[in-house]
């Protein structure tokens, strides 16, 4: 038998679960650290929309709080 989840491990679930095309998602830690998705889907159809989805070109976004400068260009150097 498990033990209860604590507070804090509910809210680092909560936190990592996410729903796309009517899939419930979760982002699931392996024995050895890293990191992947788990996706449930409730039909075929659903699943083969997701499935479409992660095997186009994915567009990641950053949306910080506050604007980063650009790194200044280095300067080129003519021999």
């Not at 982002?27 to 050895?32: G, I, L, R, S």
């Not at 992660?54 to 280095?74: D, G, H, S, T, W």
Request: aromatic share 4%; charged share 40%; net charge negative.
């Amino acid at each position: 038998m498990t033990e209860p989840k604590t507070i804090e491990e509910l809210k680092a679930e909560i936190g990592r679960s996410f729903t796309i095309c009517g899939c419930k998602g979760k982002v699931v830690t392996a024995e050895d650290g890293k990191k992947h998705f788990e996706i449930e889907c409730k039909s075929k159809a659903d699943r083969e929309e997701v499935a479409a989805l992660f095997e186009e070109e994915a567009i990641l976004r950053v949306n910080p709080k506050m604007v980063l400068e650009e790194p200044a260009p280095e300067p080129v150097t003519e021999s």
